[in-house]
């Protein structure tokens, strides 16, 4: 079965840093895009990131830009969120997904359509 776990959430203050892992299974994980994603209760889940199966030209959202790093270990089947300078704002429910295919096609990785496979996300806190 393919699954896709996240972890490294937790609670933070205004500034700090996050990592957040996308350990995945059940299938070549080299061979797949991943997103990442947050959700705030009663509000759309968004697109943060995603980085294709080689790891080249990574796409950011404006929300993650010049503060976040996506980033993937294809012999570990993990794919990474860094999250620098976090903000109240960032707090959510972050979630990985399996793309597809092997692109992320920019912004157009966000789209529903896109992702066949989802974590159960991890909480990330931020407090001011």
């Known amino acids: 079965d393919v699954q896709l776990v996240e972890s490294g959430g937790g609670l933070v203050q205004t500034g700090e840093s996050l990592r957040l892992s996308c350990s995945t299974s059940?299938?070549?994980?080299?061979?797949?895009?991943i997103g990442w994603f947050r959700q705030v209760p009663g509000k759309q889940r968004e697109g943060v990131s995603c980085i294709s199966d080689s790891g080249v030209n990574p796409y950011y959202a404006d929300i993650a830009k010049g503060r976040f790093t996506i980033s993937r270990d294809n012999a570990k089947k993990t794919a990474y969120l860094q999250m620098d300078g976090l903000k109240p704002e960032d707090t959510a429910v972050y979630y990985c997904?399996?793309?597809?295919?092997?692109?992320?096609?920019?912004?157009?990785?966000?789209?529903?359509?896109?992702?066949?496979?989802w974590g159960r996300g991890t909480q990330v806190t931020v407090s001011s």
């Open positions: 997904s399996r793309l597809g295919g092997p692109d992320c096609y920019g912004s157009h990785f966000s789209a529903p359509a896109m992702s066949d496979f």
């Open positions: 059940g299938f070549y994980f080299a061979d797949f895009a």
